[in-house]
């Protein structure tokens, strides 16, 4: 979780600024150890269930999150309601029935663990208001870069919004480039059939959220408005391209202190550079507070955002590119079922090559041949549900 990954760089840091003073490398391991209570809340206006996800901090040199399970999760109201959420699996906690933010209401967040603690936020209202008004990419040189850049512009009757994230879920089709009507399976005696391959083997469906935080604001601009403000780079290179690509924007409208909490997430969580810094920024304080301890540390902030959201398709033809790549350099192998090496003159043993290609357990695909010589493609070139879904998701548009 992008909170959690947040408070181990802090770790991070303080451990590479010593590790520039030695001459030998060591493996990095957490010398002292906080555990915290991680909290990802943002309610929206949308009706809906909202969520809300709970972990804890966990050692830099573990890899597996750490779940915070059973807890007590409830949003109150300024007008008396409660909203009470129940956990769904892998620290995830869903409203119990629909609701959506609305204006001039405050919302806090209530949160009680196993353990007995009480975490409180403070009270929040929803910000103002702002559509998206466009979604549109366009062909362009980033740094030297050839690519399609995906752009935003809201309204220009922004009100009192002023500081805007965006998060973003890609989805691209995938099409087999080596899938043939036939396979090519080993029966007894080792002898090679044909047989009618699975159709749902070819197309497949593949999606991938934003995982960094894209931020941007009004303020200082000379309109009121956000104007070509890029959300997604994608390389004229990149697979994603080649068939058909969508993309889906949304657009949260935030509040000052949101913002601010963002910006500064942001900067410790960003790639390469900034763990190298001699700046250590400590802890991040949010909005969320432990009722019983003020000690007791919490990373998180709980967000009330208006949201807006739009979908675009193209591919690659649309900004006159040339066909990208595929997402795997596809292996072709042309083998001789007659073949059986020798000694003398060497030769390669090219049917214990072709029958072991076909009974592995990731099988090479049938491209073409019969009888004697047969051609194969790697698996991920001949079946894409080696690698993705062939499940069309419901709001796909060819």
Known sequence: MRLNKLYRSILLLVLLSISFCCTEPFPLVTESFEDVLVVEATITDEFKRQEIKLSRTYLLESDTPVIESNANVRIEDSNNNIYNFSETGNGLYLSNSAFQAV????????????DGKEYISNSEFLPSKAEMENLYAELVNLNGEIGVQVFVDTNDNLGDANFFRYEYEETYKIVAPYYKSLDAIVIADEFIELVPRDPGEEVC????????????????????RIAKFPVRFISMNSPTLRERYSILVRQYVQSADANTFYKVLKKLNSDGESAFVGNQPGFIQGNIFSSQNVSDKVVGFFDLSSVSSKRIYFDYTEFN???P?????????????DKVGSDNPPEQNERAILLYLLSRYNPYKYVSGSSSVYQLASPECGDCTTFSSNLKPSFWED
């Open 103 to 114: 204006p001039n209401v405050a919302y806090k967040l209530v949160i009680t663990t196993t």
């Open 205 to 224: 469906y593949s999606s991938n959220s934003s995982s960094e935080i894209i931020l941007t604001s009004v303020s200082g601009l000379a309109e009121n």
């Open 321 to 323: 590119l040339d066909l």
């Open 325 to 337: 790549p595929y997402f795997y350099d596809c292996d072709l192998r042309l083998l001789d079922y």
